[in-house]
């Protein structure tokens, strides 16, 4: 069963950052694409960044510049470092297997809880 710990958030200032982290209990991790995605109150899930295999990354238009995914295979992790926070960016993060910019898993981890304000 695959299961998902995201870790990392917090409350922060506008113009503050958060790395986060999400270890992921797949035994291909490293074959798979992973993403972040992040859910606003009152909002849909929405996806953020997505890297593959190889290295490739992918943003969403309102964090680029701003945000970096990355990831380490060694440790079946993937990370969001997350610079220059604005108030839009708060929200709960999760992470998950992508595939194209979509979820691949039905079921998510607890989240990790981002909020930024004065």
């Known amino acids: 069963q695959v299961q998902f710990v995201e870790s990392g958030g917090g409350s922060v200032q506008p113009g503050g950052s958060l790395r986060l982290s999400c270890a992921a209990s797949i035994k291909t991790f490293r074959l798979n694409m992973m993403g972040w995605y992040r859910q606003a109150p009152g909002k849909q899930r929405e996806p953020v960044a997505t890297?593959?295999?190889?290295?490739?990354?992918r943003y969403a238009d309102s964090v680029k510049g701003r945000f970096t995914i990355s990831r380490d295979n060694a440790k079946n992790t993937v990370y969001l470092q997350m610079n220059s926070l604005k108030p839009e960016d708060t929200a709960v993060y999760y992470c998950?297997?992508?595939?194209?910019?979509?979820?691949?898993?039905?079921?998510w981890g607890q989240g990790t809880q981002v909020t930024v304000s004065d």
């Open positions: 890297i593959t295999v190889g290295g490739t990354t």
């Open positions: 998950n297997v992508d595939r194209g910019w979509n979820p691949t898993y039905s079921s």
